[in-house]
């Protein structure tokens, strides 16, 4: 079945970054619309970056713009979230998600397939 795996989670202080993968298995992440989420506790979870690599399209909430990168390898079928400049508002739990067909949605319940998380804690 298909597998969404992230890694390179962590602590890290404000300002720092960080550099989030998700390999990506039984799914061709070519044509797809790939995105990062993320749920900090007590809260929904968000969508914070999206991007179609065949298209070159991405896409950014307002909270991590100019600061969050998503790009993608499409010979090692894996996404990644370049985080820099991080702030203690950005801890939470990111996630990985994919889905087919239009990329114009933040909304969870359209992304078919998710990665377990990975946690990122923001703190001095």
């Known amino acids: 079945q298909v597998q969404l795996m992230e890694s390179g989670g962590g602590s890290v202080q404000p300002g720092g970054s960080l550099r989030l993968s998700c390999v990506v298995s039984?799914?061709?992440?070519?044509?797809?619309?790939m995105s990062w989420f993320r749920q900090a506790p007590g809260q929904a979870r968000a969508g914070v970056a999206r991007?179609?690599?065949?298209?070159?399209?991405?896409k950014y909430s307002d909270s991590v713009k100019g600061r969050f990168t998503i790009s993608q390898d499409n010979a090692k079928n894996t996404v990644y979230l370049q985080m820099n400049n991080l702030e203690p508002e950005d801890t939470a739990v990111y996630y990985c998600?994919?889905?087919?067909?239009?990329?114009?949605?933040?909304?969870?319940?359209?992304?078919?397939?998710w990665g377990q998380g990975t946690q990122v804690t923001v703190s001095s």
């Open positions: 998600a994919a889905r087919s067909g239009a990329c114009d949605s933040w909304n969870p319940s359209f992304f078919s397939y």
């Open positions: 039984r799914y061709d992440i070519r044509s797809a619309c």
């Open positions: 991007a179609v690599s065949g298209s070159g399209y991405t």
